[in-house]
Nanobody, 118 residues
Framework: QVELKESGGGLVQTGGSLRLSCTAS????????MGWYRQAPEKEREFVAS????????YYRDSVKGRFAISRDNAKNTVYLQMNNLKVEDTAVYFC???????????WGQGTQVTVSS
């Protein structure tokens, strides 16, 4: 079982930046693909960004391309989501996801709130 703990959420104005962190309770290097998802009020959870276990393959949803950047520091068992030029529509609870690259077992963090105001 992998425990994931997110941090870095908060309240910012449009155009501001935040960096989210997700720290795993065990080694993730070449084992877990990591990702960020978000869920706005009364909406379904949606994909934001992902980075595969080797750190080479990265995906973003179209609406965050050029603004968000996902990265991982395997020595710290941590994945980051740098969010720049934030928009009101980015407001959501952001969840960290760990996906076992071999078995497809998925773990989720508890989420961190990001609120963007105009």
């Amino acid at each position: 079982q992998v425990e994931l703990k997110e941090s870095g959420g908060g309240l910012v104005q449009t155009g501001g930046s935040l960096r989210l962190s997700c720290t795993a309770s065990q080694n993730i290097d070449n084992i877990y693909a990591m990702g960020w998802y978000r869920q706005a009020p009364e909406k379904e959870r949606e994909f934001v960004a992902s980075i595969h276990s080797n750190g080479e393959t990265i995906y973003y949803r179209d609406s965050v391309k050029g603004r968000f950047a996902i990265s991982r520091d395997n020595a710290k068992n941590t994945v980051y989501l740098q969010m720049n030029n934030l928009k009101v529509e980015d407001t959501a609870v952001y969840f960290c996801k760990a996906d076992h690259s071999a078995r497809g077992v998925v773990y989720w963090g508890q989420g961190t709130q990001v609120t963007v105001s105009s």
